[in-house]
C-alpha cells in the first residue's frame, strides 16, 4: 500500500514564497515520475509540475514556469515543490501524485498514487 503525504502548505502574502513536501512510503519511488497537481473549488485538476524518476527530468505547467521548482531527493522518500513569487491565483489545494510511465505527466487520470493534499493560500 502506497502512501503520499503532503505538508508545508500555508498562507502567505502575494509575492511571497512556500515550500511543499511530499513523503512517500517506501515502494513510492519505485514509481517511474512523481508529479504535483492543484485543484480550487469549482475547478478541475491542474497540472503544476512532475519529475521523472530515472534521469530527474521535469516538467512544469507554463503558469508556474520559472517561478517553481520541483525536486527529488534520492537518499530521502521526498518530493519538493518549491514555490516562489506566488499570485492570488495560485490558491488551491495542492497534491503529489505517483504514476507508473514517463509518458502524459500533465495528465492527471494516469497517476495511481494520490495524497490527501495541502492547502495553499495567497492572499492580495
Known amino acids: 500500500q502506497v502512501q503520499l503525504v503532503e505538508s508545508g502548505g500555508g498562507l502567505v502574502q502575494a509575492g511571497g514564497s512556500l515550500r511543499l513536501s511530499c513523503a512517500a512510503s517506501?515502494?513510492?519511488?519505485?514509481?517511474?515520475?512523481m508529479g504535483w497537481f492543484r485543484q480550487a473549488p469549482g475547478k478541475e485538476r491542474e497540472f503544476v509540475a512532475a519529475?521523472?524518476?530515472?534521469?530527474?527530468?521535469?516538467y512544469y505547467a507554463d503558469s508556474v514556469k520559472g517561478r517553481f521548482t520541483i525536486s527529488r531527493a534520492n537518499a530521502k522518500n521526498t518530493v519538493d515543490l518549491q514555490m516562489n513569487s506566488l499570485k492570488p491565483e495560485d490558491t488551491a489545494v495542492y497534491y503529489c501524485?505517483?504514476?507508473?510511465?514517463?509518458?502524459?505527466?500533465?495528465?492527471?487520470?494516469?497517476?495511481?498514487?494520490w495524497g490527501q493534499g495541502t492547502q495553499v493560500t495567497v492572499s492580495s
Open positions: 517506501q515502494g513510492t519511488f519505485s514509481r517511474n515520475v
Open positions: 501524485a505517483a504514476k507508473l510511465t514517463v509518458v502524459r505527466v500533465r495528465d492527471p487520470l494516469l497517476y495511481q498514487y
Open positions: 519529475i521523472s524518476r530515472s534521469d530527474d527530468s521535469t
